[in-house]
């Protein structure tokens, strides 16, 4: 038998107190009603063999219960059984002696299999009942007596079977609850992880969001007012048209700030066409003194929100590089439409920083971010003097 729970130790005595009661009632009731049929001797013996047969069928069910294996529970209640008839036979089967063996029925339910049990209880009927009563009473009544024991039988296993039934369905009520605690358990501890993952994710985002939309336009504005610097010596009208360009751009980050804010998803792209949003970055890097030029092949059409956002944002940032640190005179920005995948190309002729330093800019890795995101790659290009080459590509 499997280890006791808390339930089955109390269920246990609880059994050993109904043993002890049912025993003592049944010799009670024997020796105050045949009191004259008992000398001093033989009263000692039998209340003698009957503490042995409580004895055994309480603290030695502990033994027999370790030991958890069918054979030697069939000891156990051999030995009860012919323990019993030895009683019965030596208290010749006075009053209510026959009652001690009905607490073998109910231990047979709830220790043994089913078939087990049936053979316990007919062994425990035939030699602890039938045999004895034959041998002290004769053979005629017997039959008739045993009938009524075996009634009395029955319905001690019936409801012992329901008694060892209520006992595995609170178990195994306990035993999911066990589980379900668990599971709710581990469902917390996944809910936290899933949060914890959300807020880095959309703080990585919106880092992402800061750099590109920001970070582009504080770029932008600043290069307008270097060039307005430059120029205002020789050239004021120009340098006063740089910085109306300026603030027109510092108007325009400002909108962008505003919707990222009022959406956290908010970019150019989200309200035009994606050729018509990059022509206008083209437009920029050209007043900006770049020759700048857009290409666009394929079958033009909208893709999915997340996807022309991820290419503006490369976009965006490529130009942005491009006036910051490449150093060149021209860039070509290409979209191609395939069938299965958009590929977004910028190249400069620009003095091409090492491929081992990209990994150091926020931009480019926010570019890559994006990409993954959407099952996309990102693919870059750089060799001293002789420019850099950005490629995104995006399913969709």
Same mark, same amino acid.
């Given at each position: 038998m499997q280890a006791s729970?808390? $339930?089955? /130790? &109390?269920? *246990? /005595?609880? *059994?050993?107190?109904?043993? !002890?009661l049912t025993v003592g009632v049944a010799y009670l009731a024997t020796l105050f009603s045949a009191a004259d049929s008992f000398d001093l001797p033989k009263t000692a013996i039998l209340v003698g063999l009957g503490l042995l047969y409580v004895a055994i069928g309480t603290a030695g069910t502990r033994l027999f219960d370790r030991l958890a294996s069918v054979p030697a529970w069939l000891l156990y209640f051999g030995l009860e059984t012919l323990l019993a008839m030895v009683i019965l036979l030596f208290g010749s089967f006075y009053g209510s002696f026959w009652i001690i063996t009905l607490p073998l029925v109910s231990q047979s339910v709830s220790a043994l299999p089913r078939r087990w049990s049936l053979l316990v209880c007919a062994f425990v009927v035939a030699f602890g009942f039938t045999l004895p009563m034959g041998l002290i009473g004769g053979w005629s009544s017997t039959f008739e007596n045993t009938l009524f024991f075996l009634a009395a039988a029955v319905f001690v296993a019936l409801f012992s079977e329901i008694a060892v039934r209520e006992r595995k !369905? /609170? #178990?195994e009520v306990e035993r999911l609850a066990k589980e379900l605690a668990q599971a709710n358990e581990q469902l917390r501890r996944h809910a936290a992880q899933a949060e914890e993952l959300a807020t880095v994710k959309e703080r990585n985002r919106l880092a992402r969001e800061i750099h590109d939309s920001l970070g582009h336009y504080l770029t932008v504005i600043n290069v307008q007012l270097e060039a307005a610097a430059a120029v205002f010596s020789g050239d004021p009208q120009k340098s006063v048209e740089a910085i109306h360009k300026a603030q027109s751009l510092a108007r325009e980050g400002l909108a962008d !700030?505003? %919707?990222s804010i009022a959406s956290l998803r908010a970019s150019p792209a989200d309200d035009r066409p994606l050729p018509e949003a990059l022509e206008a970055l083209v437009a920029e890097c050209r007043t900006a003194g770049l020759v700048a030029g857009l290409e666009i092949s394929g079958s033009p059409r %909208?893709? $999915?929100? &997340? $996807?022309? =956002? #991820?290419?503006?944002r490369a976009a965006q940032e490529g130009l942005t590089n491009v006036r910051k640190h490449a150093r060149a005179s021209r860039c070509d920005v290409r979209l191609d439409f395939g069938d299965d995948c958009t590929r977004l190309t910028i190249l400069d002729n620009g003095v091409g920083p090492a491929v081992d330093d990209e990994p150091q800019g926020f931009g480019l890795l926010g570019v890559r971010e994006r990409a993954e995101l959407l099952g996309g790659t990102v693919h870059a290009e750089a060799a001293p003097g002789s420019?850099? =080459?950005l490629e995104v590509e995006i399913p969709g």
């Open positions: 729970t808390h $339930a089955d /130790r &109390q269920l *246990g /005595r609880a *059994g050993d107190w109904a043993f !002890v !369905v /609170r #178990a !700030v505003r %919707r %909208r893709l $999915a929100a &997340q $996807a022309e =956002r #991820a290419l503006f420019g850099f =080459r």
